[in-house]
């Protein structure tokens, strides 16, 4: 389960934005939080009329709307009346119990989610604080919840092929397959408001990842001077195809004022996010081997991927880490400068040097030696190595320089170095004359 929490200027947005959906025949009003008929006996004007209402209590709160998504993993097919019971638990833990709130079941993505409409101004008039609301109460509800109600977990969940995405969207866009704002606008729902990203390429390196790209447009662009935003749709290649989307177009108005307030909010100095990808880089070098590509398929294990900046020439110039378990955005630089692009190469290059000598030393071919029996006795004698089997293995280096000693002919039969010989005793009355 994953739960996203966007406030909002207009109530009246968030509200039509669901009705809407309805109305398209991809999503339904399964019920309400402190109203005072059941659902399926009010309209929309007795809808959107209880928040008017209670807003009307405070109008000094200008960002009043809330809009909350509850996701779940594609595996999982939950009735309305589970929907409900977590919709309720979830808004009751994160203090909107006694909020008014509406709750929508969409069907327009490829897992189930629901929606939640509601306002953060109290019945006496006071204001919900709603700063760091997503770590302080969200995601301790939501692990409760996951456990109550015998969820999915959003982390940890390894045995699952695509855990490392879950529960964004199940494959990557195509453009021509699936209508193209509708398409980034899934992406866009998920990735915007989850991942913690500092700068626009931090998140571009996130939607690359689903074949999207928000484009500034080239620096002598009118688009770039007037510090316009366009978002993309890009093929297997990662070129851009089809029409770019202007950011205004988009419900949630991803434009680049917006995401620079992002950049600035989202900085981390989280070091347990930070050492967790740190600590998967380090314990892939620890391998025997490595390589840039081998670097990249250990690391997405562990549900990081690697994003890879290169300059026209084809040379890498950047490194970009995206923990999708955290939802941690991470320039290489950012943590440290042996995991800079520059070290990492140098990283892979250093560990298969390594490797090709180790290997150049295993392919160096064994020989066998075989030696006579009094040159045994001498090598028995001089070094202590036992050679009554006759045969001795070692490395071709070694052996053919004792070999090249050993197989000298020999000035007799019985030969033996001057040191090793017995001298013999002298007879009694025998001169060294005779």
Same mark, same amino acid.
């Given at each position: 389960m994953v739960a996203i929490i966007k406030t909002g200027h207009s109530i009246h947005k968030v509200f039509y934005y669901n009705e809407n959906k309805v109305k398209e025949n991809v999503a339904e009003c399964i019920g309400a939080g402190n109203y005072p008929i059941d659902v399926d006996k009010m309209?929309? #004007?007795?809808?959107? *009329?209880?928040?008017?209402?209670?807003?009307?209590?405070?109008?000094?709160?200008?960002?009043?709307?809330?809009?909350? +998504?509850?996701n779940f993993d594609p595996s999982e097919n939950h009735s309305k009346e589970k929907l409900m019971a977590i919709a309720d638990s979830y808004m009751e833990k994160i203090g909107f119990g006694e909020q008014p709130y509406l709750?929508?079941?969409?069907?327009?993505?490829?897992?189930?989610?629901?929606?939640?409409?509601?306002?953060?101004?109290?019945?006496?008039?006071?204001? =919900?604080?709603?700063?760091? =609301?997503?770590?302080n109460r969200s995601e301790p509800a939501r692990k409760e919840i996951e456990e109550l109600f015998e969820l999915v977990k959003a982390q940890g969940n390894k045995n699952s092929p695509d855990f490392q995405l879950k529960p964004i969207i199940s494959g990557k866009i195509q453009y021509g397959r699936t209508e193209s704002k509708k398409a980034i606008t899934n992406v866009l729902n998920?990735? =915007?408001? +989850?991942?913690?990203?500092?700068?626009?390429?931090? @998140? *571009?390196?996130?939607?690359?990842?689903?074949? &999207?790209?928000?484009?500034?447009g080239n620096e002598d662009s009118r688009m770039f001077k007037a510090k316009g935003l366009m978002?993309?749709? @890009?093929?297997? #290649?990662?070129?851009?195809i089809g029409v770019p989307i202007k950011a205004s177009l988009f419900y949630n108005k991803p434009t680049l004022k917006f995401l620079e307030e992002k950049f600035a909010s989202n900085t981390t100095n989280d070091v347990s996010d930070i050492r967790r990808v740190k600590n998967a880089i380090d314990m892939a070098f620890l391998r025997t081997e490595i390589s840039l590509t081998k670097l990249v398929n250990l690391l997405e294990k562990e549900g990081i991927n690697t994003v890879f900046r290169k300059n026209s020439e084809g040379l890498l110039y950047g490194?970009?880490?995206?923990?999708?378990? #955290?939802?941690? &955005?991470?320039?290489?630089?950012?943590?440290?400068?042996?995991? +800079?692009?520059?070290s990492i190469q140098e990283r892979c290059a250093s560990s298969n040097q390594v490797e090709e000598n180790r290997a150049s030393l295993k392919s160096e071919k064994l020989h066998t030696v075989t030696f006579?029996?009094?040159?045994? $006795? =001498?090598?028995?004698?001089?070094?202590?190595?036992? @050679?009554?089997?006759?045969?001795? @293995?070692?490395? +071709? #280096?070694i052996m053919s320089q004792l070999a090249e000693i050993l197989m000298q002919s020999e000035q007799t039969a019985n030969y033996l170095?001057? $040191?090793?010989? *017995?001298?013999?005793?002298?007879?009694?009355g025998q001169s060294n004359n005779r």
């Open positions: 309209g929309l #004007t007795i809808k959107l *009329n209880r928040f008017l209402k209670q807003l009307e209590l405070n109008e000094n709160v200008k960002r009043n709307s809330v809009h909350i +998504s509850i709750v929508y079941q969409h069907h327009d993505s490829g897992h189930a989610h629901i929606h939640l409409v509601s306002i953060n101004v109290q019945r006496d008039g006071t204001r =919900i604080d709603m700063q760091n =609301i997503g770590k998920q990735v =915007i408001s +989850s991942y913690k990203y500092t700068s626009l390429p931090e @998140l *571009n390196a996130v939607l690359k990842q689903y074949n &999207v790209l928000a484009d500034p978002y993309r749709i @890009l093929d297997d #290649t990662g070129k851009p490194i970009t880490y995206v923990d999708h378990t #955290t939802k941690c &955005v991470f320039n290489g630089s950012t943590l440290g400068k042996q995991y +800079s692009a520059k006579e029996a009094p040159k045994s $006795e =001498i090598m028995v004698t001089l070094f202590g190595i036992d @050679l009554r089997d006759n045969k001795y @293995l070692g490395s +071709s #280096t170095p001057y $040191e090793l010989r *017995n001298k013999k005793k002298k007879r009694r």
